[in-house]
């Protein structure tokens, strides 16, 4: 068992499977679908609240997820709390594997946009904003529309799937090209 | 609004327990690596295909599982709105090409030591304060268009789920297949 816990990467297969066991509990048992990027909605509401918080609660997209004045809903609620401890299941994965890592830049996006490190966190802070867009737009993300949209036969969440693949595809050939594949 | 911050305790533990489950198998994985996500949209590394693929199966027969047996198991699906769902994925999948990570295996890449991590995930707040500020504007002119409610294929078509999950099925064992000894070949 242990040495299962300290094996660097495990199949794919092994991965998916666990993934999918784990959306079987959470729907039976929690009655909650695996999802992450409705999150970043409460975080970036309750940060605009510290600014103003009758602002957040005019805004019709906020109120759905963050309650009115009257009737406020809970910013730290189960999937906040899922989302805080991804960073701890994969800090503990890596630690039990000694597979951490201080990436800073990339090799591949050193060979196309240079070592600089300012360079990559603004082009991942923009891109982030990009990410989060599209999430909002489509109604979910990679884990909500992806895995828990996708096991459920979802019409939206397979149309949105098939657009992620085509549209990653594409961007990825353009930025990198073949060239690329030999520093991934 | 912070005197109502926390939802109750067990919600907490329960999402908690679910987030750091999901957090070590996606570490485990290889998906919180950078290069595995943009060797997946460069076609040279296919293990985000396959766990997905996988844990979609897997998840499908458990569910539908679970339901065919009468056991209480609501589905949670997503409202199809046509232009939305395309348009969104579209931009999701550029943006994810870039960062080299999707929203929950950006935040897991921050535990397992990646630092261009951290600046992607802040501007996923941004991001979302954007989309929030830009909702009325979006609600009327690209959610209404091709909305056809919270439906499933088996909805869609009053065929039983099982057909679509079945023939997923065929599609995957056949090109995962295919694929792993495409890869075999390939190595040698």
Redesign the interface.
Known sequence: MISILK?A??S??A????????????????????G??TT??R???????LVS?AH?RS????VKY?GTLDE???????????????????????LL?S???????????KSRFGPSKWV??????????????????????????????????????????????????????L??GKG??G?? | ?FE????NPS????????????????????V?????I????????F?VL??????????????YG?RALG?D??????????L??????????????????????????????????I???????????????S??W??TH?LSVGN?G?????D?TGFS?WW??AGLIIVAVYGLTTLERWEKNNQS
């Open positions: 094996k990467r495990w794919p297969y991965v998916g499977t666990g993934i999918g066991v784990l959306s079987w509990v959470t729907f039976a048992l929690m009655n909650k679908a695996l992450v990027s970043m909605v975080a970036a509401g309750a940060v605009e609240a918080e957040i805004n019709s997209y906020f963050l406020p809903y809970p910013v730290f609620e189960w999937q906040f709390s899922l989302v805080v401890m991804l960073v701890l299941g994969a800090f503990c994965a890596a594997s597979t951490h890592v201080r990436e800073v830049v990339p090799d591949l996006w990559r966190f603004v082009g991942a802070f923009l891109a982030g904003i990009v990410v989060i867009f599209g999430a909002r737009l489509a109604g979910g993300c990679t884990s909500g529309h992806g895995i828990s949209g996708g096991l459920q036969l979802a019409v939206s969440s397979w149309i949105f799937f098939i657009c992620l693949f085509v549209s990653g595809i594409v961007t990825a050939w930025l990198y690329g594949q520093h991934v | 609004m109502h911050f926390f939802a919600t907490i533990l329960m999402g908690g327990v679910t987030g750091f489950l999901f957090g070590f198998l996606l570490q485990k994985g290889g919180t690596r950078y290069n595995v943009v060797g997946q949209f460069l076609l040279k590394d293990t396959k766990i997905m693929l996988t844990a979609v199966i897997v998840g499908s027969v458990g569910i679970m056991l198991v609501n589905l949670h699906v997503k409202t199809t709105a046509l939305g769902n395309a348009l969104g994925g579209l931009i999701f999948g550029a943006g994810m090409a870039v960062l080299g990570y999707c929203p929950g295996t950006a935040v897991a890449a921050i535990g397992e030591g990646s630092r261009h991590a600046p992607g995930v802040l501007g996923m707040f941004v991001g979302a304060g954007l989309f929030a500020e909702y009325p979006i609600k690209i056809l919270k439906v499933t294929f088996a869609l789920p679509f999950i």
